[in-house]
């Protein structure tokens, strides 16, 4: 679909950059979610840079995964980050 994540790469404090088949591009944080189930595992680092795509999903080897919808809803626009500094030298 034309929400599907074509690109991921984790970046410091649990964020990560996620670019959809659509050409969205940003920032989903996910700080928010860390102390709930079975996201908990992804607060150790070397684990949650494991992230990758399966079936245009953002997932980890443990079956956590973000939908593409979630995505769309929460992120923060990679044109609005950039513009705060966010993103230099974060990739």
Known sequence: ???D?????PLEEYR???ELENSQKGIFDLKPY??????QELRNVQYFN????????????NEQDIAPETLLAEMIPADHQAKKGGLAGKM
């Open 1 to 3: 679909m034309h929400w």
């Open 5 to 9: 994540v074509k690109f991921v790469q």
């Open 16 to 18: 990560i950059y996620v």
């Open 34 to 39: 860390l102390h709930r189930g079975v996201f």
């Open 50 to 61: 494991q992230v990758g795509i399966l079936f245009g999903a953002v997932t980890w080897p």
